[in-house]
């Protein structure tokens, strides 16, 4: 078993309450899903949409990501999957996907000491 | 833990009346964002680690700290609402007002208090409706439209409009003070009576659309009968017809979405704890000298609903509660519904002239159960080009596919040798 992030990006969630309920509910029954067959391994946090940068040697502080909606980091999970084909087919199943929003598939690199 | 069905929604409702509570009338608007605002977070949290043991509280929690948060910063640029006076302004008073005024039973007066301010004598009665569904009911734009079978645009121009009113009426209605409240009473129980029709006579062809209007209706007059001054014999008759009705829902319409006429009905599906709740509300409308257009309108729901057979409804009486209902509130349609009665009484000559007899039918020429109801009686005394040709006119008419199809099962009923 190898891990992966799954990073989610975009979509701002919004509708009436009822189309906001029914996204919520697909959430719930994916993570469910995943969940049951073994897969999740941490199932991570949602990060606030915005923080601060701290770049260089200067370590000036900045507001940000100073990036599109769509681009911002919304959360994270941490996957456990065969390998990365596996993680990939697994990310499919996420509702994002239905709003226009993309997942990350990142393996997670472990050294072997 | 699982989401109960429509729980956002509700939640929707309950929050926006306590923040409009805190914020003032005239930041409606202001309200409305927390409360998206409340659901995002909700969102963002919940679908990565989980619906929490009581998501209706922690929604609430988060639309308070929120309200708090809008308080603090905003309390020099704003002026929020005026009948807390200055307990906003120093923060000695600001937390303890704004957990008290977000206790539970808080809010169940906030949403009559909405309820009532939603029926602004200024609105139409259409745009009191509009106003209850999108604010009390979460519901939105599209989703009124869908059920109303009206454009996204008007709808919205209707709601901005309302909105606009309601905003400036200064302050919410004071549900305390018994004299306005009995004023205003007949409002609120006309929108929630016609938000429960639309539900179940409405054109739109979902049915599911149109059962959750029902419903919704069924659960604001419930906040009107627990409270004090609300639950008034009228009340109690409103919310006894909507129980009545409401008990043959799962029989209109079958599997493949068809149409079934009373008549055709299988009447095992029908509620029958639907029914004895009616009938016990019922017994508390009976009382005091009020005899309104609900208390008859009950009355005769109750004897569709509580006949084993159609051929074993008493049309004698309902007949007579249709004469009383013609001297409360006269209308074309009451009129059409009391001359179909006297058909089943005396047969179908005797109700086409009763038909001809309505004095402003011409208001029914766009409804299509009027010439559906002429059909029906041509067709039973044996006239079937007569009958094609009402019906024909009724499938013009129709406003939905479930309504076309339902005539031209109608028509071919015409063809059939009898």
């Keep these: ?113 | 833990m699982e989401l109960s069905d429509h729980l956002f929604r509700r939640e929707a409702g309950r929050m926006v009346a306590a923040l409009t509570r805190v914020f003032g009338v005239h930041n409606l608007a202001l309200a409305e964002d927390v409360v998206q605002d409340a659901f995002c977070r909700a969102m963002e949290v919940w679908r990565m680690r989980g619906v929490p043991e009581n998501p209706s509280a922690w929604l609430m929690a988060t639309a308070k700290n929120r309200a708090l948060d809008v308080l603090r910063r905003q309390r020099t640029a704003r002026t929020f609402a005026p009948e807390l006076g200055r307990l906003l302004e120093s923060e000695w008073t600001l937390a303890p007002v704004v957990e008290e005024l977000f206790a539970a039973n808080a809010i169940k007066d906030d949403l009559l208090r909405m309820m009532f301010s939603c029926c602004h004598p200024r609105l139409s009665e259409e745009a009191q409706v509009a106003l209850i569904l999108n604010i009390l009911c979460g519901f939105s734009v599209d989703e009124i439209a869908g059920a109303f079978v009206s454009s996204h645009a008007a709808i919205e121009k209707r709601i901005a409009r309302a909105k606009k009113i309601f905003s400036g009426s200064k302050r919410l209605f004071d549900v305390t003070a018994p004299a306005e409240f009995s004023k205003r009473l007949p409002a609120v129980q006309r929108a929630l009576y016609l938000l429960f029709n639309e539900g179940y006579h409405g054109a739109s062809p979902e049915t599911a659309v149109r059962t959750e209007l029902c419903h919704e209706s069924m659960r604001l007059v419930v906040i009107l009968l627990d409270h004090p001054l609300g639950g008034t014999p009228s009340s109690y008759a409103l919310s006894a017809l909507m129980c009545f009705d409401a008990a043959r829902l799962p029989s209109r319409v079958d599997r493949s979405g068809n149409l079934i006429s009373l008549f055709d009905q299988d009447r095992s599906l029908w509620d029958q704890n639907l029914v004895l709740k009616g009938l016990k509300l019922m017994e508390l409308s009976a009382s005091g000298p009020e005899l309104t257009e609900y208390h008859v309108e009950a009355a005769i729901a109750s004897i569709y609903s509580t006949a084993a057979r159609a051929q074993d409804t008493n049309w004698q009486t309902i007949v007579s509660l249709y004469d009383t209902l013609m001297t409360i509130r006269p209308s074309p349609i009451v009129a059409l519904n009391r001359a179909i009665a006297v058909a089943q009484r005396d047969g179908p000559e005797r109700g086409l002239e009763e038909i001809a007899a309505i004095e402003d039918r011409d208001r029914l020429s766009a409804y299509p159960f009027y010439a559906a109801a002429l059909g029906e009686l041509e067709l039973r005394r044996g006239r079937e080009d007569a009958a094609r040709e009402h019906f024909r006119t009724a499938q013009g008419l129709a406003r939905n596919p479930m309504e076309r199809r339902f005539l031209d099962r109608r028509m071919e009923a015409c063809d059939r040798p009898r």
């Excluded at chain 1, 009822?18 to 697909?26: C, L, N, Y």
């Excluded at chain 1, 940000?64 to 390998?83: F, H, M, N, Q, S």
């Design chain 1, 1 to 113: 078993m190898s891990e992966f992030t799954f990073l989610y990006r975009g979509s701002d969630p919004s509708g009436s309450p009822e189309q906001m309920q029914k996204t919520m509910q697909k959430w719930v029954a994916w993570f469910k899903e995943l969940g049951a067959s073994g897969h999740i391994k941490d199932p991570g946090h949602p990060l606030e949409r915005t923080g601060k940068v701290v770049k260089g040697n200067q370590k000036s502080v900045h507001d940000g990501p100073y990036a599109e909606a769509k681009d911002v980091v919304g959360g994270y999970t941490l996957i456990e999957a065969k390998d990365l084909a596996q993680a990939v087919e697994l990310s499919k199943g996420c509702p994002i996907l239905e709003v226009g929003g993309s997942v990350e598939v990142r393996p997670i690199r472990i050294l072997n000491m």
